[in-house]
């Protein structure tokens, strides 16, 4: 009897702890879902920094703290339901180093900036640290406040190129590789020392137009000329105090005393109440009286585009799988509730094979209902591979500072024998077939290999050229003046008819409303097509790409830089984008890749 009064006690007290854990779940989940409490006259705090973010990342390392990273999408998503939030009076803008190399998703950020001051509401920057895109994105803001100790570094634009041919021939390695196009220079970093002419005439050419850029915009910024912009700049660095007498800041100030500068610029009476970006983002439009009928698709290609499944690699992040972003698009297809696509790339481009496939299947989409629009959205990237999957749209639109075009190819291989020699080590080759050898990792092509390899890849650049003419409704002629494996700015590739329209996500949504004729005033949903992983897929397939790619090459190019993948930042994009070509794809794989360089 005892026995049964025991047991029964022990029930009750895991029924009720049962019960008391449920009920505290529940109670979580409506704490969470309400969303978070916002005072009147709040200030909304965004802080964006690091390697800005397409997509939460969804690594291992993503799938444990991804939801601390705030993502592009995430700020500009704050900033308008912020616009039409009536408890919403001002914006504070805290931006940390942005390690980001490119500029459009920074201008993405400044054009969502700009276009929430439209509604009369103001912005206040400052800056800890003023680097030139930290600066560009606060020059947006109606006022910029630095910290009275910091520089403002702030010089024009550079860009630095890394030539490896020197340490090849160090270890007689040989870069034999194949090219179509004076510009596809993606190849030069390993085969020559220093520029050829086209690839320095390009690289000058797309430094110039990003200067401007940033000339043009802090100009219109800080209510000054270009001339004066440019005199400024070439004065730069400046001190503090030197910021400040050129009109480049407002005022110098520490963090605790922006209360008080927001009280004398009138925008605000006693405490700043403040709502940090990372709150705010669990506020949801339906909460602001948002209820969208009509529905846009949003696919994500961000990362470098390869065969099979997308997914996560350990030196070279996100990649771009036809398999999956196929399926995707078949999804979207489908789903007949959909009134238009787009398509969001951020991409260097990649396999030649798998962004055929992806071309294919969008193609399908679009010509299977035309009343349905497709619309290319450019980030930061979408050259060459990135190009080509954009050529299916109806409307292309960029960034000014996007980098598109790139339309060429390449492939080859390292000749490794050299290098074995030196270490003593001999090989032998054992063949059945004249060109069973062909991708020897020891022996560079012979004349008849490079020939046959030559022949294809002419074929592939013509096709590439010919579905680029279809595209843009012109000629083949037309579009090789401008292609040759040439990388052009978003501004740039507009002039040269290789993009439709400049501007952001968001100015593609709007074209996408205005194809699918939907009212300008109605809201719209828009559903991402691009699902996460779960924590047991990103671990097991980070695992599997690790061991993958640790050949003799990869360990050279790969596992030397392993502190640098662990540590991350500008030298971690570095040997990501150097390495992609021996990691990622297939034996022999024509490569359609932009090539990389530093832009600081």
């Not at 730069?236 to 005393?257: I, K, M, T």
């Not at 399908?364 to 349905?372: C, E, L, N, Y």
């Not at 047991?536 to 061991?547: M, W």
């Amino acid at each position: 009897m005892a026995f049964r009064r025991g047991v029964g006690l022990v029930f009750t007290l895991i029924g009720m702890a049962i019960f008391i854990s449920v009920a505290g779940l529940v109670m979580l989940y409506f704490l969470v879902s309400s969303g978070p409490q916002i005072p009147d006259e709040a200030t909304l705090v965004l802080r964006p920094g690091g390697e800005l973010q397409e997509t939460a990342p969804d690594d291992v390392v993503g799938q444990l703290i991804g939801g601390e990273r705030a993502t592009v999408r995430g700020f500009v998503d704050s900033l308008r339901m912020a616009k039409r939030d009536p408890r919403i009076a001002n914006v504070l803008l805290l931006p940390s180093t942005l390690e980001s190399p490119f500029w459009g998703k920074v201008q993405e950020l400044r054009a969502a900036i700009l276009d929430f001051r439209s509604s009369g509401k103001r912005v206040i920057a400052f800056l800890e640290y003023g680097g030139d895109r930290e600066y560009y994105l606060a020059s947006a803001a109606d006022k910029v406040f630095l910290l009275p100790t910091s520089p403002l570094d702030l010089t024009g634009v550079a860009s630095y190129e890394i030539f490896l041919r020197g340490t090849l021939d160090k270890l007689a390695a040989y870069p034999d590789f194949l090219h179509v196009g004076d510009y596809k220079t993606a190849v030069n970093q390993l085969t020559e020392r220093s520029f050829t002419p086209a690839h320095r005439e390009m690289t000058e050419s797309l430094n110039r137009d990003m200067y401007q850029q940033l000339v043009r915009g802090i100009a219109e910024g800080r209510r000054k000329s270009e001339a004066d912009v440019r005199t400024l700049l070439d004065e730069g660095p400046f001190s503090p105090e030197a910021a400040l007498r050129g009109g480049l800041v407002d005022d110098l100030a520490y963090d605790d005393q922006i209360d008080d500068r927001m009280r004398e610029l009138r925008l605000g009476s006693g405490e700043m109440r403040r709502i940090e970006g990372a709150d705010y983002q669990r506020v949801t439009p339906r909460s602001l009286g948002v209820k969208p009928r009509s529905r846009i698709a949003v696919l994500y290609a961000s990362g470098a585009i390869v065969s099979g499944k997308s997914g996560y690699d350990p030196t070279n992040g996100q990649v771009v799988g036809s398999d999956t972003l196929v399926e995707q698009i078949r999804r979207v297809r489908d789903d007949r509730s959909i009134k238009a696509i787009v398509l969001r790339i951020d991409s260097p481009g990649g396999s030649s094979v798998a962004s055929d496939v992806i071309w294919r299947e969008l193609m399908i989409t679009r010509d299977q209902d035309p009343s349905r629009p497709l619309i290319a959205s450019m980030s930061d990237l979408a050259a060459s591979g990135g190009y080509y999957i954009a050529m299916p749209a109806h409307v292309i639109v960029a960034h000014p500072a996007t980098l598109t075009g790139s339309i060429g190819v390449f492939m080859g291989k390292v000749a490794i024998g050299g290098t074995l020699g030196k270490l003593g080590v001999t090989t032998e080759t054992v063949t059945s077939g004249r060109n069973a050898d062909i991708y020897s990792p020891f022996e560079p092509f012979r004349p008849e290999q490079r020939a046959k390899l030559g022949e294809y890849m002419e074929g592939f650049y013509r096709n590439f050229v010919e579905k680029a003419a279809v595209s843009r409704q012109t000629t083949p002629e037309r579009i090789n003046a401008v292609a040759r494996g040439r990388v052009w700015t978003g501004q740039q590739a507009r002039e040269q008819g290789l993009v439709d329209e400049l501007g952001g996500f968001e100015a593609a949504v709007a074209v996408a409303r205005q194809r699918a004729k939907i009212p300008a005033d109605e809201d719209v949903e828009l559903v991402v097509y691009s699902p996460r992983r779960t924590f047991y897929q990103a671990l097991t397939e980070q695992i599997g790409r690790s061991s993958a790619g640790m050949g003799l090459w990869g360990i050279l190019a790969g596992g030397a830089n392993r502190h640098a993948t662990l540590t991350g930042g500008a030298e971690e994009r570095a040997v990501r984008a150097l390495t992609a070509p021996i990691n990622l794809f297939r034996r022999g794989e024509p490569l359609a890749l932009m090539p990389f360089a530093f832009v600081r």
